[in-house]
């Protein structure tokens, strides 16, 4: 049996009148008390997920404005900080079982700060259901009240430099592009012959501190909602300030519950190298300290389902992304074919699956400025002619291919950014940029590969031939910026390419 449930942070309409979120405003202001250089304050927790204390520039903490004051000194000594600090997992297989450990740690450390403060013994952290009915896209009232109820005490829970999508103060997530597509996903990690796959959690990688290729539940709607709520150089826009910000955890339990909802159906990585952390590669461990100074060290396998745990949730109703059968018969009479029998797709996925095969790329760098850029892909070679060629011939025994753009090496040096993808024309998708500024940075943890992103174009080709517009020689690709981008903070993309996939029954 859990010992503590987490619930949804718009209960009692997400005010002070819920009380895990008046209790959890008083907790923080007893972390954010302690100094940086003690474990247990909310300033080391932030560091643990990522900082930089050195850059001249944002993300520094030395230059956030406003409310809370974040210190920068007395750091730890160097020994601590190597262990404990920037430990976060991202566009890695581990993100979702880090993450899931660094919550229960500070979960344990609010907890303790609510008993001695008169609360209850089984405060729970609540989560923001951003994807729920109603209001709940918008931040919950209490992060936005200056004042806690006494009308004296300053909220612990506000925050100056959260800033919001339209970077003007107004705190909420936009439906699109977020969404829980991700949920329909059946594979954690998958793989061809050549590399690991995302999937829904996260490629196969050791200590990962960012770069590459997310998983798709981090993807979307986790860095949709960093980079939308934090807003320009707002603190929830980059992984090395996120942490400061209180409705990170709420964040994060939510992206927790989410994946325990999907496993209510999926099943999470058996691969020995997955259930023992980047430890079993000789790398750094999983490290917490839990209150009183005490440390922690976790494993993925510890961390895999929840009924090892000791809390659950009010809700784990699974929801499901569109389903693909149906996606698939819709798609087979668009084409003009007979539908196909439900059940038969096992291992589909949203994802560039096990049998891609590049087919075609453009020129190479292209660099997004405010007005965006336009880059054309040439495709060459038979098998690019296999798609038309799947097109024509779709049936219930014959599946069509699928398609895939491919946004490889993107780099920056500003997270708050939405790029808007289009081909011929016709919307692809969005991606967030969370995660660019460190992924990018040539001394960083990973050496600077930037972040790389994949849309599913399938729709839009089949859109094309069937109206006969498929240029079986090249694609247009448009890249948008959602913000301006300032000369300097130019955004490059590595190269665009092209993949096709062959369907199996
Ligand atoms: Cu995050």
């Known amino acids: 049996m859990a010992k503590f449930t987490r619930k949804n942070a718009w209960d009692n309409k997400g005010t002070f009148d819920n009380p895990d979120l008046l209790w959890y405003a008083k907790a923080v202001g007893v972390m954010q008390s302690r100094a940086l250089n003690d474990e247990n304050s909310w300033w080391f927790f932030a560091a643990m997920h990522g900082e930089q204390m050195g850059k001249p520039e944002f993300p520094n903490w030395n230059t956030l404005p406003g409310f809370p004051k974040v210190p920068t000194t007395p750091l730890p000594n160097s020994g601590v900080i190597a262990k404990y600090w ?56 209490a992060f936005t009240q200056k004042m806690l109820p006494d009308g004296k005490t300053p909220n612990p829970l506000f925050v100056t430099a959260r800033y919001g999508p339209k970077s003007d103060g107004n705190i909420y997530v936009e439906i699109p592009p977020l969404s829980e597509e991700c949920q329909g996903n059946t594979i954690y990690t998958g793989s061809n012959s050549a590399t690991s796959l995302p999937g829904y959690g996260g ?8 770069g590459g290729l997310s998983g798709n539940l981090e993807k979307n709607p986790h860095n949709f909602v960093h980079v939308q709520v934090g807003g320009q150089d707002g603190i929830m826009s980059d992984p090395d ?30 691969d020995p190298m997955w259930l023992q952390g980047p430890a079993a590669y000789g790398e750094r461990e999983f490290v917490m300290p839990l209150p009183g100074s005490k440390e922690w060290v976790y494993t993925p396998a510890e961390m895999t389902t929840l009924a090892n745990l000791d ?47 590049l087919v075609g790329a453009n020129a190479g760098q292209v660099q997004i400025d405010g007005s965006g850029v ?42 708050a950014n939405i790029l808007s993808i289009s081909v011929n024309h016709q919307l692809a998708g969005h991606v967030s940029l969370f995660g660019l500024r460190s992924a990018s940075d ?21 859109n094309l031939f069937i109206n006969n517009e498929l240029d079986v020689n090249s694609l247009d690709v448009t890249i948008l910026p959602d913000n301006a981008i300032l000369p300097n903070d130019k955004i490059t993309v590595g190269r665009v390419s092209i993949y096709r996939e062959a369907q199996q029954l």
């Open 86 to 141: 920037n430990q976060c997992q991202h566009q890695s297989w581990y993100f979702g079982p880090w993450h899931r450990g660094y919550l229960i740690a500070l979960e344990e450390q609010i907890r303790q700060a609510v008993i001695s403060l008169g609360g209850p013994q089984d405060w729970a952290l609540p989560y923001w259901n951003y994807l729920g009915p109603e209001d709940q896209y918008k931040i919950p009232p």
């Open 203 to 210: 490629p196969k990688t050791k200590f990962w501190h960012g």
């Open 241 to 270: 300030t996120a942490g400061l910000d209180p409705i990170f955890y709420l964040h994060h339990c939510n992206i927790d519950r989410m994946w325990a909802s999907w496993n209510v159906k999926n099943d999470n990585p058996t």
């Open 442 to 462: 040539k001394d960083g943890h990973n050496g600077g590969t930037g972040l790389t992103f994949i849309l599913n174009i399938t729709d839009i080709i089949d």
């Open 374 to 415: 336009k880059t054309t892909v040439k495709l060459e070679g038979s098998s690019w002619k296999n798609v038309p060629n799947s097109l024509m011939k779709a049936s219930a025994s014959n599946l069509p291919d699928q398609v895939y753009l491919q946004l490889e090496n993107v780099k920056g040096t500003k997270d």
């Open 311 to 357: 809390y659950t949730y009010d809700d784990l109703a699974p929801t499901t992304g569109p389903l693909l059968e149906k996606t698939l018969s819709q798609r087979l009479i668009k084409l003009g074919a007979e539908p196909i029998e439900t059940e038969t797709l096992q291992e589909q996925n949203m994802d560039l699956g096990s049998n891609s095969e």
